[in-house]
């Protein structure tokens, strides 16, 4: 068994974190894991987040990493809905970079999550984000996007878990439940210079919380939810625990209509589960990463071991939670019909949508607020892809054309190979109003150009511009102008 050489105590850690990100001195709910976390207080969290690069070591290995205040797990931002969150963002890296906060139904303009601006080397930014009242309590993420440098950014580490509180009172009949956190990213290394992590992880380490081997303690019976996310640049996670099941309860922060039975939790880059752990017997138990291979010869193995979860102590009786009443999209219909094909050029240099390749300065995608459409993402390649669009969750309403039950919302999504997926999206919180993106969220491709830009317009704001610039203009000119300003000019200054 592998056992990590580096473990700093978890007060050690939190003492050297929290001096950094500490929000304020109230008494904290219980920790997720043993990452330094930041908890809103008096509904704002303040944190600073410093990136720069540095050296982390697993399991003996010393590798290059970035990482936000040294911690290449990312530190653990904890809200509730309608809180503010108020990120002093350091860039002491050699090049651009700037914040996303991803699944969060907030504004993309101005200081907000705005993965337009970029912040260059050496600067300092504000953002502030209002997490609205309604955003679904459940597991999220923040990390680096800008365009070109986002596999390697997040991929070396620039990325952390984001926690919307309240998920469990939500689940009906669940009640007070343990919640842990387990955070994975994988590190794709060029393994040739470093012998070490060839016999053991040959170029890929997977890890949970920052760690190679996690271990974590249940009582039999004991129902725990855990919050799982996958922070990886471009690898699917297969997540499983010997001798157990999962229950699925949110997928993206999204409650799932009835908790779903799982054997492996199959979470793409990008996405989370919320799932229920409830302990068997007394014994130790693998967590096993499934089909990463990872090391050489007698070491090579499609399935690590990245922890072990000990089950004992007296037993306990876990809750049955139940179906929660959820809201349908399918009940609403969609106004415009659109489709986006992925396709890349044969040397894999070019990841295109509908043959093009991003451009920061192109709309390529208009929607009027109010709207709901339906998008057919169809995937004409043998290449993994995963769907996102920021600021709203969306429904998979067909697989390969054929229509699927309401499963919950999600924020990502796989595309299969050679097929489609239908999605519905409600175009209806007036916050989104203003640009953003929606792209592969394999790194890779979306730093190669699979990337566009939605605009979602309010028809009534563009009016009113329209009609205060005519206005303006009859008042200097003595004459009208004869088009009308588009929303976005009122908020490029901004
Ligand atoms: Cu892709």
């Not at 492996?264 to 990463?292: C, E, F, H, K, Q």
């Not at 563009?462 to 102008?481: I, M, Q, S």
């Amino acid at each position: 068994m592998i056992r990590p050489r580096f473990l700093i105590p978890a007060a050690l850690l939190a003492s050297l974190g929290g001096a950094i990100i500490a929000a304020s001195a109230e008494p904290n709910p219980p920790p997720l894991s043993d990452v330094p976390e930041s908890v809103a207080h008096d509904g704002i969290l303040s944190v600073t987040l410093e990136a720069k690069t540095g050296k982390t070591n697993f399991d003996g290995v010393s590798v290059d990493t970035i990482a936000y205040n040294g911690i290449f797990a990312g530190p653990v931002l904890r809200l509730w809905p309608g809180d503010k969150l108020r990120v002093h963002f350091q860039n002491r890296l050699a090049e651009p970079s700037n914040l996303h906060f991803h699944g969060m139904q907030t504004s993309p303009r101005g200081n907000s999550d705005n993965v337009h601006l970029l912040v260059p080397a050496g600067k300092d930014f504000d953002y502030e984000v209002k997490i609205p009242r309604d955003q679904p309590p459940g597991t999220y993420w923040y990390h680096a996007h800008p365009h070109g440098l986002s596999e390697k950014q997040v991929g070396l580490g620039l990325s952390g878990a984001l926690i919307v509180e309240g998920l469990a009172n939500r689940v009906p009949n669940l009640g007070a439940v343990r919640e842990r956190l387990f955070t994975l990213k994988t590190v794709e290394m060029d393994d040739s210079e470093d012998p070490k992590i060839a016999e053991e992880w040959h170029g890929v380490i997977a890890t949970i919380n920052g760690q190679t081997n996690i271990e974590e303690a249940m009582r039999p019976g004991e129902a725990v939810l855990w919050h799982v996310g996958n922070q990886s640049s471009n690898l699917a996670a297969h997540l499983a625990l010997d001798g157990h099941k999962f229950t699925v309860v949110a997928r993206d922060g999204n409650l799932v209509p009835a908790p779903v039975e799982a054997e492996v939790l199959d979470i793409g880059p990008a996405s989370r589960l919320d799932v229920l752990v409830t302990g068997g017997a007394p014994g130790v138990y693998g967590l096993v990463a499934r089909n990463v291979l990872t090391g050489q010869d007698d070491k090579m193995s499609p399935n690590r071991t990245i922890g072990h979860v000990t089950i004992g102590g007296a037993a306990v009786s876990a809750p049955k939670p139940t179906a929660p009443k959820l809201e349908d999209l399918s009940q609403l219909s969609p106004k415009s019909f659109r489709t986006f094909v992925f396709t890349q050029s044969k040397d894999s240099e070019k990841f295109f949508m509908n043959d093009r390749l991003f451009d920061h300065a192109r709309v390529d995608t208009r929607v009027n607020l109010g709207d709901v459409e339906d998008w057919t993402i169809r995937n004409d390649s043998d290449d993994m892809h995963v769907f996102h669009i920021h600021q709203l969750p969306f429904q998979v309403m067909a697989v390969n054309d054929k229509p699927v039950p309401f499963e919950g919302l999600l924020d990502t999504v796989r595309v299969p190979e050679r097929g489609s997926v239908k999605i519905r999206l409600a175009f209806l919180n007036p916050d989104i109003v203003g640009k953003f993106m929606y792209h592969c969220h394999v790194l890779k491709h979306e730093d190669k150009g699979m990337m566009q830009v939605i605009e979602v317009v309010d028809p009534k704001a563009v009016k009113h511009a329209g009609l205060a610039r005519w206005l303006a203009a009859l008042v200097r000119r003595g004459t009208p102008p004869d088009d009308v300003v588009p929303i976005c000019s009122a908020w490029a200054a901004g």
